[in-house]
């Protein structure tokens, strides 16, 4: 069986990933963060330390596989006071997916997803992270649905799903859900002998970020 797709985005390079972090401190700073400066002290940031991207992918015969990768990246921010929610961008290495066949693996990297053609395909950005409900300071566990643009094979798609987020000393524990449907992204569910990938798959990321300092 061919390797699944891999629903996080395709980002671009190391430079427009740079953009995208200072485009989040624009955002989220509603004029306090200016190009070229830090953050406010106001303004609190978090760097991804470490995490899991979790690709579900269901067989057209039944039964499902996974791929999975830990190399993932980015950054969380939270404008002063409660009103305005969370934003952020989350980068991962495609390359690193692992579906626990080698062959499959190869199918999955080349065939389908062509990391090779360049850094637009090499990787996967999720940015525009918006939540729906801004975080509480009293609430251990903060649920609520969210939405980001996802870059994937060159195409650029609004997604949606749900996620929870814990804040403790000095951490954010995070967890989100979405499905994407490979079509969308002119990306052909991946077939073999017969036994294919269903448009759509299913991902989780978890992942803790940092506190950094301003």
């Known amino acids: 069986m061919t390797g699944c797709l891999y629903p996080i985005s395709i980002c671009p390079s190391w430079q427009v990933w740079r953009w995208v972090a200072l485009s989040l401190l624009l955002i989220v700073g509603?004029?306090?963060?200016?190009?070229?400066?830090?953050?406010?002290?106001?303004?609190?940031?978090?760097?991804?330390?470490?995490?899991?991207?979790?690709?579900?992918?269901?067989?057209?015969?039944?039964?499902?596989?996974?791929?999975?990768?830990?190399?993932?990246?980015?950054?969380?921010?939270k404008p002063p006071g409660g009103e305005t929610p969370p934003t952020g961008g989350i980068m991962v290495e495609l390359s690193t997916l692992d579906t626990g066949i080698n062959l499959r693996n190869e199918h999955l990297r080349t065939r389908y997803l062509t990391v090779g053609r360049g850094?637009?395909?090499?990787?996967?950005l999720l940015t525009a992270l918006q939540l729906e409900t801004p975080m509480r300071q009293d609430t251990p566990a903060h649920r609520t649905n969210f939405t980001g643009t996802l870059l994937l094979h060159g195409v650029e798609q609004t997604v949606s799903g749900?996620?929870?987020?814990?804040?403790?000393?000095?951490?954010?524990?995070?967890?989100?859900?979405?499905?994407?449907?490979?079509?969308?992204?002119?990306?052909?569910?991946?077939r073999y002998l017969g036994v294919g990938v269903r448009d759509e798959v299913a991902i989780t990321i978890t992942l803790v970020a940092a506190r950094e300092k301003n």
């Not at 850094?119 to 996967?124: D, H, V």
């Open 30 to 77: 509603a004029g306090n963060a200016r190009a070229g400066t830090q953050p406010t002290p106001s303004i609190a940031t978090w760097k991804v330390t470490a995490g899991e991207v979790q690709v579900r992918c269901r067989l057209t015969v039944g039964g499902s596989f996974d791929a999975t990768t830990s190399d993932i990246s980015g950054l969380i921010v």
């Open 119 to 124: 850094p637009r395909f090499g990787q996967a």
């Open 162 to 190: 749900e996620s929870e987020i814990r804040q403790t000393n000095g951490y954010l524990r995070v967890q989100a859900s979405f499905a994407v449907s490979l079509n969308d992204f002119g990306i052909e569910p991946p």
